[in-house]
């Protein structure tokens, strides 16, 4: 059984993650930005056996919550050695931006970027000390090739995906494995108004949980680092 962190759980990917891990029996202390958010859904701490699920309070801007979302697991879990990073937001923001977007490029680098090292630092020594640490992180096809002119998104994708690649070195002593899955098209909201592409035709949500499941059910050995998920062909 894992004891995991899952961040952005109330929708789309993040919610799939969570309740494929919580089908498996591990345990979970979910982060997101309105606890209310998940009442009468199937991750509603009611529909599960008591202590399986917490539900923290998370905002990627403020790091007071992340700081209190890791106390309170380690207090009710006695810590916990798995951390799947899906807090995310999409910026349509181009290359030649205007003045008044500049507030929501570095809002974009931080809540894609910043607070997902944010998080992996303060669940360091957790994820140390299981001496079988996992960290997950869903980045996107967007953090290895840049299409059209989604600036700030694509160059908060590219940089999380360099910090990816840092942790990974970082954490193999200590025998923490680090994997970035890039989907490329995945049927959530970011997604609703894509028109070049059925929905039905995307990844879904499903499918990238189904991975995590996967990737946290290998042996340290085996971990892949990166994992691309393609709806349809790049060349």
Known sequence: MRKILISGASSGIGLQIAYKELQLGNQLS?????IDSIKGTKI???????????????????????????????????????????????????????????KEILQTMHINFFSVWELCKLSW???????NGRIITLVSMSGKRSKGDLAAYSSSKFALMGLC?????????????????CPSW????????????????????????DICSM?????????????????????
Not at 30 to 34: A, D, H
Not at 125 to 131: G, Q, Y
């Open 186 to 209: 995945v049927n959530t909201k970011m997604s609703n108004k894509v028109d070049s592409i059925n929905k039905y035709e995307m990844s879904q949500p499903k499918d990238i949980a």
């Open 215 to 235: 990737l946290l059910q290998l042996p340290k050995q085996s971990v892949p680092f990166e994992v691309c998920v393609n709806c349809n062909l790049e060349i």
């Open 165 to 181: 690649q840092t942790i990974r070195n970082k954490g193999w002593n200590e025998n923490i494995r680090v994997t970035a899955i």
């Open 30 to 34: 979910i982060g997101i930005r309105n």
């Open 125 to 131: 020594k957790n994820l140390s000390e299981s001496n």
């Open 44 to 102: 509603d701490p009611k529909r599960w056996e008591e202590g399986q699920l917490i539900v923290n309070r998370y905002d990627a801007l403020d790091e007071n919550t992340a700081k209190e979302w890791v106390r309170k697991t380690e207090n009710r879990f006695g810590g916990f050695d798995t951390l799947i990073n899906c807090s995310g937001v999409l910026s349509r923001v181009p290359f030649l931006y205007q003045e008044d977007q500049k």
